[in-house]
T-cell receptor, first 114, second 112 residues
Framework: GNSVTQMEGPVTLSEEAFLTINCTYTATGYPSLFWYVQYPGEGLQLLLKATKADDKGSNKGFEATYRKETTSFHLEKGSVQVSDSAVYFC?????????????FGQGTILTVHP | DAGITQSPRHKVTETGTPVTLRCHQTENHRYMYWYRQDPGHGLRLIHYSYGVKDTDKGEVSDGYSVSRSKTEDFLLTLESATSSQTSVYFCATQAGQAYGYTFGSGTRLTVV
């Protein structure tokens, strides 16, 4: 079946540190891949996406590259800020008979300290 | 106006009572989804809809039913609420199969 596995947290960093949150997927067909962010008390917001191999999604200083050979979509940011503290979810749109349904990873809690 | 509105935002109800949560969208998106979010479980799909009167079960559908009589409204009903249904419920919409979701702000439901 389709699944998404992401790095377990929580992740605690100091401001301006480099961030990597790992995400790998299994899927039949050629999925689209997404990163969502959830701030406290809010719903999930789309952070970035990539729809085919070697695509790079980017937004607000975050980047992720669709790596088909390693079935990965790792989230990176060069210099995190306190305001980046949130929960991050990786997701896959598996396609095929799953139509548009997204499969989500478990979420990674990120806390950034001043 | 918010694209997706969930109501109520918070609700406390008693065990055994029926509860209906509403999701209203102004995006004219065809696809709509209900998820629950619980610590340690991430997001789990309850039910989804691919159009008016076209709904199907997700991975945790027991004890829940849905209805979609109009494109803009997707209702989730807990037929007889139990404490295990205490959770945060999120509605999401999707323009098409290749697109991501747009989420509502969630409904926090407590069953006592």
């Amino acid at each position: 079946g389709n699944s998404v596995t992401q790095m377990e947290g929580p992740v605690t960093l100091s401001e301006e540190a480099f961030l990597t949150i790992n995400c790998t997927y299994t899927a039949t067909g050629y999925p689209s891949l997404f990163w969502y962010v959830q701030y406290p008390g809010e719903g999930l917001q789309l952070l970035l996406k990539a729809t085919k191999a070697d695509d790079k999604g980017s937004n607000k200083g975050f980047e992720a590259t669709y790596r088909k050979e390693t079935t990965s979509f790792h989230l990176e940011k060069g210099s995190v800020q306190v305001s980046d503290s949130a929960v991050y979810f990786c997701a896959s749109n598996a396609g095929g008979t799953s139509y548009g349904k997204l499969t989500f990873g478990q979420g990674t809690i990120l806390t950034v300290h001043p | 106006d918010a694209g997706i509105t969930q109501s109520p935002r918070h609700k406390v109800t008693e065990t055994g009572t029926p509860v209906t949560l509403r999701c209203h969208q102004t995006e004219n998106h065809r696809y709509m989804y209900w998820y629950r979010q619980d610590p340690g479980h991430g997001l789990r799909l309850i039910h989804y809809s691919y159009g008016v009167k076209d709904t199907d079960k997700g991975e945790v559908s027991d004890g829940y039913s849905v209805s979609r009589s109009k494109t803009e409204d997707f209702l989730l009903t807990l037929e007889s609420a139990t404490s295990s249904q205490t959770s945060v419920y999120f509605c999401a919409t999707q323009a098409g199969q290749a697109y991501g979701y747009t989420f509502g702000s969630g409904t926090r439901l407590t069953v006592v």
